[in-house]
Nanobody, 114 residues
Framework: QVQLVESGGGLVQPGGSLRLSCVASGVIFNSWRMGWYRQAPGKQRELVAV???????NYADAVKARFTVSRAYGKNTVYLQMNSLKPEDTAVYYCYFYQFRDYWGHGTQVTVSI
């Protein structure tokens, strides 16, 4: 089993920045993927960005060049640096971890508004 603890999120004005963090604990091997999905009201959950333990990344087109996913070596921690935030980035952001199966965090609210 793997447990995920998220932090960060909140209210920010358009053009601002936020950083999300997620720590994974439990039985973790050397092959995994970790990152973030988001779900806005009335919409399906969608990929934001993921990173593998080997360092390869995958981003949604909507966030490329604005968001950066990274990891802390040896700490099973992933970060999402979000810059130039837009109102359409408003959503609940869920930490995601894959190791033989999907694991999800509880979600953290990000609101971009004046």
């Amino acid at each position: 089993q793997v447990q995920l603890v998220e932090s960060g999120g909140g209210l920010v004005q358009p053009g601002g920045s936020l950083r999300l963090s997620c720590v994974a604990s439990g039985v973790i091997f050397n092959s995994w993927r970790m990152g973030w999905y988001r779900q806005a009201p009335g919409k399906q959950r969608e990929l934001v960005a993921v990173i593998s333990n080997g360092g390869s990344t995958n981003y949604a087109d909507a966030v490329k060049a604005r968001f950066t996913v990274s990891r802390a070596y040896g700490k099973n921690t992933v970060y999402l640096q979000m810059n130039s935030l837009k109102p359409e980035d408003t959503a609940v952001y869920y930490c995601y971890f894959y190791q033989f199966r999907d694991y999800w965090g509880h979600g953290t609210q990000v609101t971009v508004s004046i």
